[in-house]
């Protein structure tokens, strides 16, 4: 089960976070978040992917940002269209498409997007586009139509481990677990002590 830690910010966090290598860590660039990233972020190892978050951005701003922080992915939340998936696929980065879910979802809006993005995203849907801190009903997804690997997300926590298992039981392809605020000290601030031990119990599944 892959890990991707979202929200980073400092330094010294990112730094200890590498130690753990998750698969993928993420930034964002969305400049409402408490978690918002305006200054130069560190360059990480290979093997962890850096993720840039944008909501509605423009094209532009996607693509000079790619540039300068050097992101092999880019997760999109907002309400992007499946061309506009398409044409930040040409930047050659991954693309995370997010749906935000409450007490019902609509799965065939999925199929416009089949083939213009690499991955879904099931986050909560809340107040903000993501970081909410707590989860919807993860027994919708039984109703999930599509073979495309996701990323589930929406205040995941320690506590989850064991429902997170029991996804891992049924045919649906889970493809990492996205954590936030969940294990947080501060917004943008992760605590490792906690993380820690997750990623061990998740890399055992």
């Not at 089960?1 to 910010?9: E, H």
């Not at 360059?43 to 532009?60: R, W």
């Not at 690997?149 to 989850?160: A, K, M």
Request: with cysteine.
């Amino acid at each position: 089960m892959k890990l991707k830690v979202c929200g980073m910010r400092e330094t010294e966090n990112i730094e200890a976070l590498v130690e753990l290598q998750p698969d993928y860590m993420g930034f964002i660039f969305w400049a409402l978040s408490s978690r918002y990233v305006d200054q130069p972020t560190p360059v990480l190892m290979d093997s962890i992917k850096k993720t840039g978050v944008f909501v509605d951005a423009t094209p532009d701003y996607i693509q000079s940002t790619i540039q300068e922080h050097h992101l092999q992915a880019v997760q999109l939340h907002g309400e992007e269209t499946p061309a506009y998936c398409s044409l930040i696929n040409e930047f050659e980065v991954e693309v995370i498409k997010a749906f935000s879910i409450k007490n019902q979802f609509d799965f065939s809006r999925l199929n416009a997007y089949e083939t213009s993005c690499d991955y879904f995203l099931f986050d909560t849907k809340g107040a903000l586009p993501g970081g909410n801190g707590y989860g919807f009903d993860w027994t919708l997804l039984n109703a999930y139509p599509s073979n495309k690997p996701f990323f589930l997300s929406g205040g995941i926590g320690p506590e989850d481990i064991e429902k997170i298992k029991a996804l891992t039981k049924t045919d649906l392809p889970l493809f990492a677990i996205d954590v936030n605020s969940k294990f947080e000290r501060s917004p943008g601030h992760k605590n490792i002590e906690q993380i820690t031990p997750f990623k061990q119990q998740l890399d055992e599944l």
